[in-house]
């Protein structure tokens, strides 16, 4: 059974940086595309920005400049570090690991706010 366990969330004033991280039990992060995804309530879950087995890198629009993701392929581990957070970052994010067609993991999420 695959787990992947994020953590880093909170409160944050605008302006303000948070870290995320997702730890990934098992055996499949190392041929695993990681990624990280967020959704608010009645919207659809949307892509952050996701990492290749190769470390190439893609990111949405409104977080490109501000967020960078990296993996630690030694600690199984994915990494989301958050700069001049906005309000509209506010959004519980997931971790997940997909291999297509294979499978396609998900986190339980963690939330992230950012108010003054």
């Known amino acids: 059974q695959v787990q992947l366990v994020e953590s880093g969330g909170g409160l944050v004033q605008p302006g303000g940086s948070l870290r995320l991280s997702c730890a990934a039990s098992g055996s499949i992060f190392r041929i695993s595309t990681m990624g990280w995804y967020r959704q608010s309530p009645g919207k659809e879950r949307e892509l952050v920005a996701d990492i290749t087995t190769s470390g190439s890198t893609n990111y949405a629009d409104s977080v490109k400049g501000r967020f960078t993701i990296s993996r630690d392929n030694g600690k199984n581990t994915v990494y989301l570090q958050m700069n001049s957070l906005k309000a509209e970052d506010t959004d519980v994010y997931y971790c997940?690991?997909?291999?297509?067609?294979?499978?396609?993991?998900w986190g339980q999420g963690t939330q992230v706010t950012v108010s003054s």
């Open positions: 997940n690991a997909f291999n297509s067609p294979y499978y396609n993991y």
